[in-house]
């Protein structure tokens, strides 16, 4: 059993994939070739936003809107403690600080009030003045962004939406990617829609800030390569990526409704004995992850190995007690959920290609594993 099965999605499109490589190859136009352009155009009708661009990676997708703003010394970034450690490490590669906030106990997402706070004690403070939020759509969902963007437009923030898990994901009728005043996303391969090396992107209707992105992404280049107006960074999606993932954009929607079928095969079948995650009213989350809560987490997590099963823990240390990012500042009225979680919170295999058979299995042996505890813990 995989706990994403790249295997599955490969054999279905084998024949398009090699078909799709073998063109680039022959053609010989590795950087920048068709394929980019037409990706961007594909990935930006499915979004439903003006301008897609495409880069090397998507830690690029979130330093290049930072870049674009001006963003940096002296300036602070909100962004959650619970979550990968590019989305503060961009920040601090910008000379800014990151902000740490913590996160919704039920979403996992950026918590509004902690927001609100942090806001607050930066501005009196005065040592840093506040300019961006970087939410994350943590494991798929997408996170308030009807209060986030009326916070930003309070307080004159940029909105950079960290959609690297949530591809396929919408809120309210609009995708992921484009809720914020740029999106940013990873095409690592694990991820919703992922290519088979390293890529990103970044999404706005903006075309001042598309140009500014994209002459960033391209050593700051005005109107030729050799015209240099910005002093920028390399960072290219390699046309054999974008080749590939046309053909897996293609299917994109398709694996989305799979997920969703899989997720909600999950809440019923564990809801009543774990916390089990769910769709929110009006969201549909690109299900990147599969999360459950159990104070009986370490024994199940050895359990489900003992059987084959594969399980996650995310993330083990919230960013703000990390080495690297602990002396940055904090929301002030503490950072309570983002410290629990990685007490109780496991990952299960979450894939569009999960067999009914497979899900029975895990489900089953969470089952047993944890009515046996309780029914112990009751005797004893």
């Given at each position: 059993?995989?706990?994403?099965?790249l295997?599955?999605?490969?054999?279905?499109?084998r024949?398009?994939?090699?078909?799709?490589?073998?063109?680039?190859?022959?053609?010989?136009?590795?950087i920048?070739?068709?394929q980019?352009a037409?990706?961007?155009?594909k990935?930006?009708a499915y979004?439903?936003?003006?301008h897609?661009?495409a880069?090397?990676?998507?830690?690029?997708?979130?330093?290049?809107?930072?870049?674009?703003?001006?963003i940096g010394?002296?300036?602070?970034?909100?962004?959650?403690?619970?979550?990968?450690?590019a989305?503060?490490?961009?920040?601090?590669?910008a000379k800014?600080?990151?902000v740490?906030?913590d996160?919704?106990?039920?979403?996992?997402?950026?918590?509004?009030a902690?927001?609100e706070?942090?806001?607050a004690a930066?501005?009196?403070e005065?040592?840093?003045?506040?300019?961006?939020?970087?939410p994350?759509?943590?494991?798929?969902l997408?996170?308030d962004y009807?209060?986030?963007m009326?916070?930003a437009?309070?307080?004159?923030?940029l909105?950079?939406?960290?959609?690297?898990?949530?591809?396929?994901?919408?809120l309210e009728?609009?995708?992921?990617?484009?809720?914020g005043?740029?999106?940013?996303?990873s095409f690592y391969?694990?991820?919703?829609?992922?290519?088979?090396?390293?890529?990103?992107?970044?999404?706005t209707?903006?075309?001042?800030?598309?140009?500014a992105?994209?002459?960033?992404?391209?050593?700051?280049?005005?109107?030729?390569?050799?015209d240099?107006?910005?002093?920028g960074?390399n960072s290219?999606?390699?046309?054999?990526?974008?080749?590939?993932?046309?053909?897996?954009l293609?299917?994109?929607?398709?694996e989305?409704?799979?997920?969703?079928?899989?997720?909600?095969?999950?809440?019923?079948?564990?809801?009543?004995?774990?916390?089990?995650a769910?769709?929110?009213?009006?969201s549909r989350?690109?299900?990147a992850?599969?999360?459950?809560?159990?104070?009986?987490?370490?024994g199940?997590?050895a359990h489900?190995?003992?059987?084959?099963?594969?399980?996650?823990?995310?993330y083990v240390?919230p960013?703000?007690?990390?080495?690297?990012?602990r002396d940055y500042?904090?929301?002030?009225?503490?950072?309570?959920?983002?410290?629990?979680?990685?007490?109780?919170?496991?990952?299960?295999?979450m894939?569009?290609?999960?067999?009914?058979?497979d899900?029975?299995?895990?489900?089953?042996?969470?089952?047993?594993y944890?009515?046996?505890?309780s029914a112990?813990?009751?005797?004893?």
């Amino acid at each position: 059993m995989q706990f994403i099965d790249l295997g599955a999605q490969r054999e279905r499109i084998r024949d398009r994939l090699k078909a799709a490589i073998d063109h680039v190859v022959e053609d010989g136009r590795y950087i920048l070739g068709p394929q980019v352009a037409e990706f961007e155009k594909k990935l930006a009708a499915y979004v439903g936003v003006k301008h897609v661009i495409a880069c090397a990676n998507g830690t690029d997708a979130l330093l290049l809107p930072l870049f674009a703003a001006g963003i940096g010394p002296g300036d602070a970034v909100f962004v959650p403690s619970f979550t990968f450690a590019a989305t503060a490490e961009v920040v601090a590669l910008a000379k800014a600080e990151p902000v740490f906030v913590d996160v919704d106990p039920t979403t996992y997402n950026i918590d509004i009030a902690s927001l609100e706070a942090a806001i607050a004690a930066i501005k009196k403070e005065g040592r840093l003045k506040p300019k961006a939020i970087i939410p994350v759509d943590l494991f798929g969902l997408a996170a308030d962004y009807e209060a986030l963007m009326t916070i930003a437009n309070r307080e004159g923030l940029l909105v950079i939406e960290d959609a690297a898990q949530s591809m396929g994901g919408s809120l309210e009728g609009r995708m992921c990617g484009a809720l914020g005043h740029v999106g940013s996303t990873s095409f690592y391969p694990a991820k919703p829609l992922g290519c088979y090396g390293d890529g990103g992107a970044m999404f706005t209707n903006d075309d001042a800030l598309a140009d500014a992105l994209r002459s960033f992404a391209f050593h700051g280049k005005g109107e030729t390569q050799y015209d240099n107006i910005r002093v920028g960074i390399n960072s290219r999606l390699d046309t054999l990526q974008a080749a590939i993932l046309l053909e897996k954009l293609a299917i994109l929607e398709e694996e989305m409704v799979a997920r969703q079928v899989v997720a909600q095969r999950y809440a019923e079948g564990l809801g009543d004995i774990v916390t089990a995650a769910r769709n929110l009213g009006g969201s549909r989350s690109a299900w990147a992850q599969y999360a459950i809560e159990t104070p009986k987490r370490d024994g199940l997590k050895a359990h489900l190995s003992e059987k084959g099963i594969p399980s996650v823990i995310y993330y083990v240390k919230p960013l703000h007690e990390q080495i690297a990012y602990r002396d940055y500042p904090r929301t002030p009225t503490g950072l309570a959920v983002s410290e629990d979680l990685p007490k109780r919170i496991l990952c299960l295999p979450m894939h569009p290609y999960l067999s009914e058979a497979d899900q029975d299995r895990i489900i089953e042996t969470i089952r047993n594993y944890i009515g046996s505890n309780s029914a112990q813990a009751a005797a004893e």
